[in-house]
């Protein structure tokens, strides 16, 4: 278990740096496994049982990461959440998985005690005073201890991760000690880890690609991760420049951002062991671009937050171009006809299903949505569509669903809708994302305004920040007389987006 080997780690070097942020003291083995106790220590003194929900809702930072891993120490399941959702989402994340827990920034503290007085299973919130500059007081008046359960049992959830849908509220998928383990596993299997890797972290943590790919990788090899509390490019590219690290993984968006810092110079990074693109499609224009500049050929590879990573391509052979590679060691992914779900030969584009041990148990308190999730013979039914290579490369070609991905990260269209729709001067509208160099896509809102309405783009914008984080605000909206709909009424997006996407 991935417990298991970082336990083994922190024994056998306790003296070697296994996390450092920028500018922080470097945090050793020992002293990690020692910080982790006396956090693990700390929510069992609160009555913390195992099961019991733990959001997080910090910025990238050390006790975030205590917490993460003393909440897996102890079989407790860890929610962590983005500090960018405003209340309204953050209070439906608590209500809905029934958190005994948040652990948040002090900073927060007059928005966050009103909402949570009106959670019955909320009951208590640890506030971090700075904590990005880790003060860490619980951990001083507390003594390691290892005598607390460990979490055996690999079909124990481990986390929870929030997803949105195209037909309902977030879900929580619940991603079990068993998931992680193989996930990670298979990942040091694939791209070689090792001890003296040093990871540049860059991504945020409360997704699996920051969380489980990256941070969950450097830990498990016993490697080193020095971590940035947020990508700012500039910054990044000075570090990947000094030599210091093997091991960089980023979303297109902050490739992109390198790539253009580099303007026209050839600046040398072959030195790096590892760089890899997901999250999002990684462009074709960015992938040559990346080698001309950089002599580095990324590696793209396929996840989603259900499962951590499925496929990927090779650290040694042909990373292909637009392909996303093939099934990582215990993972196994065919392509089917999206309606029958037959198998489709090689070269057919249909959905991508996933089957393997690091596929997730199911939606949090959602076994209608579970059994959706798979196909009757047990494949997890991805949504996106792809083919497969006669070589075994596989490659995405769209998506089924009505998804969004802009820097790297997912909105479904009707979540902004619905927020819209809330605004007293919107008739009907209908989200799309338009193609943009460096983000991939943009959120952009098409609206029909009540008769008589005067409200404006700003006007709107402002309302949808008071419900939705940030990355899910429309950056542009456009007043429009009708939206292109089908005889049933249904909002064409194609047509929409051919439209207004230019
Ligand atoms: C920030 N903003 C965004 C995004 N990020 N808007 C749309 N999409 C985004 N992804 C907002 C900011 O709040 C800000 O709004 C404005 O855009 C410009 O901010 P800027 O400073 O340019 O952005 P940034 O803070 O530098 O962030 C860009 C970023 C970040 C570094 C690319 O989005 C990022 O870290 N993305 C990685 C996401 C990720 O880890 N995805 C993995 C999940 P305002 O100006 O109004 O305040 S998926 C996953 O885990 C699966 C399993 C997988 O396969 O990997």
Redesign the pocket.
Known sequence: MFLDTLADHCRNQPDKTALQFLDGQPVAYGQLEVAVNRTANYLLSLGIQPGDRIAVQLPKCLPFIYFHLATLQIGAIFLPLNP?YPTAELRYFLADSAARLLIADAADQARLDGLTESLPDHQKTIYIHKPQESGATWLKDRSALRDYPLPADPDQTAMMLYTSGTTSRPKGAQITHGNLTANIVSLHQAWGWRADDVLLH???V????????ALHGALHAGATAILCP????PTALDLLRSRRFSVFM??P??HR?LYQLAAGRRIDLSHMRLMTS???RLPDDLFFGYQEAFNVTLLE?????E???NLSNPLHGERRVGAVGMPLPGVSARIVDPDTEAPLPDGEIGEVQIKGAHVFKGYWRQPEKTADAFSADGWLRTGDLGLREPDGYFTLKGRAKDLII??????YPPEVELALMEHPAVAACAVIGCPDAE?GE??VAAIIRRDGALAEAAGISAFC?ERL?????P?RVVFVKELPSNALGKVQKAKLREALCG
């Open positions: 960018a860059a991504l945020p409360f997704h699996v690609h920051g969380l489980v790919v947020a990508f700012d490019a980023g979303v968006t902050m951002r997901g999250s999002d590879r396929y996840g989603m937050t499962t951590g990573m802009t820097g790297g990260l997912n909105v983000w943009l959120v920040r984080a940030t990355y899910k605000v950056r």
